[in-house]
């Protein structure tokens, strides 16, 4: 669905992160919010995700995934 409904997704994505900062979930959610803002093309949003969870978040799960991005991206956002 998340494919499908991209606005629908990032709309109650946000949601879950503005409203419930301490959640669990808070970081899986951050991450699908990135992974939908890369696959719109809005390069800067997802660019603004991946360097929080390179400051916050570096020993998890979601960094991994996200990482795997970072060297491309900051090449591009460096020059």
């Known amino acids: 669905e998340s494919g499908k409904h991209k606005d629908w997704v990032l709309t109650h994505l946000e949601k879950l992160v503005e409203s419930y900062p301490t959640s669990k979930y808070y ?7 990135a992974l939908t803002y890369l696959d719109e093309g809005k390069d800067a949003e997802f660019f603004n995700t991946v360097e929080e969870f390179r400051k916050k978040y570096r020993n ?20």
């Open 60 to 79: 998890t799960q979601e960094w991994k995934v996200l990482s795997q991005y970072y060297e491309d991206l900051n090449l591009k956002y460096s020059k």
């Open 27 to 33: 970081r899986g959610a951050k991450l699908w919010m």
